[in-house]
T-cell receptor, first 114, second 114 residues
Framework: EAQVTQNPRYLITVTGKKLTVTCSQN?????MSWYRQDPGLGLRQIYY???????DKGDVPEGYKVSRKEKRNFPLILESPSPNQTSLYFC?????????????FGPGTRLTVT | AQSVTQLGSHVSVSEGALVLLRCNYS??????LFWYVQYPNQGLQLLLK??????LVKGINGFEAEFKKSETSFHLTKPSAHMSDAAEYFC????????????FGGGTRLMVKP
């Protein structure tokens, strides 16, 4: 089954404790992205990657890091989480080809930082 | 730069009534436009997309949207609401030359009354 998976689905942590949220897709997509969803703000793009070893900042990159060492994986790293990073996070992927701009989303990771 | 405005963070309709969810966008280049739906505790699912073909786009579950360039709008409609349509709906825009950048509106929560 074609899908985007994220782990963990739920995470409660404390301020300053490094964490990684994993994202993996099995559709051989070139493009991958991370978003955060906050009430009233919709989804805002954190980082995106257009291929292996190619990443760029989205609208809200502060406090986050990403890496793209393999095509299928795109982990999101919070080196020193803070309470304002409490949010619902989504990973997404899509093909790079023209006319196929649909993004496929993972199920989400709900993060709480205390 | 691109942006999306969804008018009305909450919309309530009776079962069987017309559903109209409003979306206006701004983009300096021809856009691609999307509507996504999010059911409780789930990820985002694509409802429909406009990619410069027909201006009236039909999607899943009986939804459709019309691209109106002169009004910079892409409103989502459904002739007859069903209880199962209760969810949050997001409009999103991606400019043709924007790579993997997808900008979302703030979302509209649709409530359907029996």
């Amino acid at each position: 089954e074609a899908q985007v998976t994220q782990n963990p689905r739920y995470l409660i942590t404390v301020t300053g404790k490094k964490l990684t949220v994993t994202c993996s897709q099995n559709m051989n997509h070139e493009y991958m992205s991370w978003y955060r969803q906050d009430p009233g703000l919709g989804l805002r793009q954190i980082y995106y990657s257009m291929n292996v070893e190619v990443t760029d900042k989205g609208d809200v990159p502060e406090g986050y890091k990403v890496s793209r060492k393999e095509k299928r994986n795109f982990p999101l790293i919070l080196e020193s989480p803070s309470p304002n990073q409490t949010s619902l996070y989504f990973c997404a992927s899509r093909y790079a080809g023209t006319g196929t701009y649909e993004q496929y989303f993972g199920p989400g990771t709900r993060l709480t930082v205390t | 730069a691109q942006s999306v405005t969804q008018l009305g963070s909450h919309v309530s309709v009776s079962e069987g009534a017309l559903v109209l969810l409003r979306c206006n966008y701004s983009s300096s280049v021809p856009p691609y436009l999307f509507w996504y739906v999010q059911y409780p505790n789930q990820g985002l699912q694509l409802l429909l997309k406009y990619t410069s073909a027909a201006t009236l786009v039909k999607g899943i579950n009986g939804f459709e949207a019309e691209f109106k360039k002169s009004e910079t709008s892409f409103h989502l409609t459904k002739p007859s609401a069903h209880m199962s349509d209760a969810a949050e709906y997001f409009c999103a825009v991606s400019a043709i030359n924007a790579g993997n950048m997808l900008t979302f509106g703030g979302g509209t929560r649709l409530m359907v009354k029996p």
